[in-house]
């Protein structure tokens, strides 16, 4: 039983950019960390430095890359163009 909700939540949290949070969580806590999981915010690579940063984020917490805020709202990460 443990194994099948460890499972679930590995599916839930892979979708959302977390799938070893997401293994451990319904693992550990059952339906409670499949909850847990689902409500979290999705994250994205950094295409300029590979690091995770949370989905509509207009610049990375690692390299300081500056992102197209609207873009970044859906997930897509362009670089700012200079003004």
Same mark, same amino acid.
């Given at each position: 039983?443990?194994?099948?909700? #460890?499972? +679930?939540?590995?599916? +839930?949290?892979?979708?959302?950019?977390? =799938?070893?949070?997401?293994?451990? *969580?319904?693992?550990?806590?059952?339906?409670? #960390?499949?909850?847990?999981?689902?409500?979290?915010? =999705?994250?994205?690579?950094? =295409?300029?430095?590979? #690091?995770?940063?949370?989905?509509?984020?207009?610049?990375?917490?690692?390299?300081?890359?500056?992102?197209?805020?609207?873009?970044? *709202?859906?997930?897509?990460?362009?670089?700012?163009?200079?003004?």
């Amino acid at each position: 039983m443990f194994l099948v909700m #460890g499972m +679930i939540g590995y599916a +839930i949290g892979n979708q959302k950019g977390r =799938p070893v949070e997401g293994f451990f *969580a319904g693992l550990l806590l059952g339906v409670i #960390g499949l909850i847990f999981i689902a409500l979290r915010k =999705p994250r994205i690579k950094c =295409p300029e430095c590979g #690091g995770w940063i949370e989905k509509g984020i207009a610049y990375c917490n690692h390299c300081k890359a500056a992102f197209d805020q609207q873009l970044a *709202a859906n997930g897509i990460l362009k670089k700012k163009e200079a003004s």
